[in-house]
Structures are given as C-alpha cells and as structure tokens.
C-alpha cells in the first residue's frame, strides 16, 4: 500500500517532531505506518541515518548491506516523490505496545537532542524547495544502490555510502545545506573509489592475459 503523506514538519527538528510523536501517543497500541505518518519526512530520514549506521566501519557483514540498502532506497524514493513508502501491511499495521515503544523512543529522543547540538538550518538553499527535495532524495537513493553493490570484503565500499546516507539524512532532516553538501561530496567520493577499483581489477586483469 502506497499512501501519500504530506510532509509539513521539516520547519521542526527530527527531535521536536520525535518529542511531538511520543506525547501524542495516548493510546495503548500504536503502528509503525502511524508513528512515520506523525513523523513524516523526518521520521523516514531518522529511520535512513538508523539504517546506515552498522556500516560506519571499514568492512561490513556479507549480505547486510543488500537489506539495509533496499530500505534506504525505498525511504530516498518516498522522499524524492513525497510518498508514503511500500511497506508490507504485516509489518506497517503490525500493533506495538506503547509502554514498551516509548522508553525506547525517548532513548533516541536523548541521542537526537545531542545532534542538534552541532547541525542548524544553513545554506537553506540546498535543503528547501520541491526540486532540491527532489534531487536529494534522488542522491539519497543513489547512495543507497551503492552500498547494495556486493563489495563488503572490500574495504571501506560500505564506509563511504554508509557516510553519505548518515550526512545526507541528517542535514536533509535538520535543513542544514552544510552537512548536505558534505553528503554529496561523499558520493562524489564513492563513485571515484568504484571507479578506481574497477580499474585496478580492469588493469590485472589485462597483466594476467599479457
């Protein structure tokens, strides 16, 4: 199920939105298609920069990158066309027990009040507007096919998107262009470390036959 979602919390910080969603929270049971409709745009960048953080290390888990990537492109999607994401009805509509869900939640509310501490709304100009939304998320879902690509034994091919994804989904939800713009440059950096080493394998290759 596909369902539209109109994102008009992004004048607020991922925290204020997440402070905002537990307090609302007044019934016992509560869904995950709930919570990211409440969050909007900042609870699907929030669940992105989650996503991204097992690979913020040289050399990731075989076949981790492959499922966490899939979700980040779906979530760089939603965000590109201002949709709610696919989700299977299992998992959006499945019932969460409130009392269990907010110490949790709160947790990250913690976390998140840090963050705030060193990323604000500048350079305004590459975080608002329906088109530089649209070409970040499209980058965004670029980073995340190339952390799919199945090069975890190599080093640092998860790292680098893994980075990107981080800054990207961080400086989108916080507006600020600074961390964006870094997000960007990350990519700019990946597709360069690919394209070296495909022609490193390219160049060895051609070695061996000669």
Not at 3 to 27: H, N, P, Q, W, Y
Not at 89 to 111: F, M, Q
Request: aromatic fraction near 6%; glycine fraction near 10%; hydrophobic fraction near 50%.
């Amino acid at each position: 199920m596909t369902t539209t979602i109109g994102f008009t919390d992004t004048e607020k910080s991922t925290s204020a939105v997440l402070e905002d969603v537990i307090r609302s929270m007044d019934a016992e049971h509560v869904t995950l298609r709930q919570i990211l409709e409440k969050m909007g745009e900042s609870g699907l960048l929030l669940l992105c920069g989650l996503l991204s953080l097992p690979f913020l290390v040289p050399v990731s888990i075989p076949g981790v990158s492959t499922v966490f990537g899939a979700g980040i492109v779906l979530i760089g999607i939603a965000v590109t066309f201002n949709r709610f994401p696919w989700l299977p009805s299992k998992l959006a509509d499945r019932k969460l027990e409130r009392s269990k869900l907010v110490p949790v939640l709160e947790r990250g509310l913690t976390i998140l009040r840090k963050v705030d501490r060193y990323v604000r709304p500048r350079l305004l100009g590459l975080t608002t507007g329906g088109l530089v939304n649209r070409v970040n998320g499209l980058v965004l879902t670029f980073a995340g096919v190339l952390l799919m690509m199945p090069l975890s034994f190599i080093p640092f091919s998860n790292t680098l998107p893994g980075v990107a994804i981080l800054l990207l989904s961080t400086g989108i939800s916080q507006r600020d262009g600074g961390v964006v713009l870094a997000g960007h440059l990350l990519v700019v950096l990946t597709i360069l470390y690919f394209a070296g080493l495909a022609w490193a394998a390219y160049a060895a290759g051609n070695s061996l036959l000669g």
